[in-house]
């Protein structure tokens, strides 16, 4: 199967500008940046998107909220708010078939989203 771009970052064969990285998820900056801060939080386990998570990525999941939290607080976007996100599929915008949830802020976000 041929490697994802993030599994291709994880294996360090591309670049990125890394942020976290632990033993099961690995963040970096956006390279098309859609707001200020735009990171993404990456599983190191390859899950396609949301329609293929299981029960036994609940605490993997989970732990990628709490590492949103954490990268917000460190990029000072905790107060003024934040938006986190996972695209899935076509209709949702998903582009890369590795599941990420991107972590946007630094500017008003609007609502709905395009
Ligand atoms: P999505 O459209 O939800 O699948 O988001 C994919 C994001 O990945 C998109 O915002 C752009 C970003 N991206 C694509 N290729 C690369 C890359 O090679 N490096 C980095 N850092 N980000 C990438």
Do not use: C
């Not at 199967?1 to 670049?15: A, C, G, S, V």
């Not at 900056?29 to 200020?36: E, H, R």
């Not at 036994?56 to 709490?66: A, H, P, V």
């Amino acid at each position: 199967m041929t490697k994802t771009i993030f599994q291709k970052i994880i294996d360090r064969e591309l670049p990125a500008e890394i942020v976290f990285e632990d033993e099961e998820i690995i963040a970096f900056w956006d390279i098309t940046p859609a707001a200020p801060i735009h990171i993404l939080i990456v599983p190191k386990k390859l899950i396609t998107s949301i329609n293929d998570i299981k029960d036994e990525d609940k605490k993997l999941i989970g732990k990628m909220f709490l590492i949103a939290k954490d990268l917000a607080k460190e990029y000072k976007i905790n107060e003024n708010g934040f938006r986190t996100v996972f695209n899935t599929n076509d209709d949702g915008g998903q582009t890369v078939y590795h599941l990420h949830l991107h972590l946007l802020g630094g500017r008003k976000m609007s609502w709905p989203p395009g």
